[in-house]
């Protein structure tokens, strides 16, 4: 399974009380988009994106049933099955990042807050952009949006991910 840890929240009044998106209904990706612009838009294509790029990567056929980044998005992505989570600021965040035993791979979107949120962990900086925790099994990458993350960084998320997934 893959979380991603985000530092702000849709906002939605459906979403205040929210701690994790993992179980929406096909379309409600389309209407956070539609409702709140391109800023989470961009979080989730560039999420479906990953997903897709790693599904290559690892033979998920899940994800591989889908003929591009976009059908995956609408059809699997965040929804009950798809081995997605997107954890929302709050309180908890930093309590479930404690738990680090059940061997999903964790992503923290943005440097500044993966290191607030990390500070206890054996954090190791791999370059400007992406730091890990072996032993929790999680990365800090740049915030999933185009510009921070681009085709070239997320095919470099992927290749960390896949290490990490190696080292089970």
């Known amino acids: 399974m893959i979380k991603v840890y985000a530092g702000n929240r849709p906002p939605l009044q459906n979403y205040a009380e929210v701690d994790v998106l993992n179980n929406l209904n096909e379309g409600e990706i389309q209407h956070i988009a539609n409702e709140t612009g391109n800023h989470w838009r961009k979080i989730f294509n560039v999420y479906a994106k990953f997903m897709f790029e790693l599904a290559g990567e690892v033979v998920d056929q899940n994800v591989l049933a889908f003929d591009t980044w976009q059908a995956y998005r609408d059809g699997s992505l965040l929804q009950s099955g798809s081995d997605t989570e997107l954890h929302l600021d709050n309180s908890a965040t930093a309590r479930a990042l404690n738990n680090l035993d059940d061997g999903c791979v964790r992503i923290v979107m943005g440097k500044a807050y993966g290191e607030s949120l990390l500070a206890w962990t054996d954090l190791k900086s791999l370059d400007a952009d992406f730091a890990i925790s072996k032993?929790?099994?999680?990365?800090?990458?740049?915030?999933?949006?185009?510009?921070?993350?681009?085709?070239?960084?997320?095919t470099r998320l992927v290749t960390i991910v896949v290490e990490l997934m190696g080292d089970q």
Do not use: E
């Not at 032993?135 to 997320?154: A, E």
């Open 135 to 154: 032993k929790g099994k999680v990365i800090v990458c740049p915030y999933f949006d185009y510009r921070q993350l681009s085709n070239l960084k997320i």
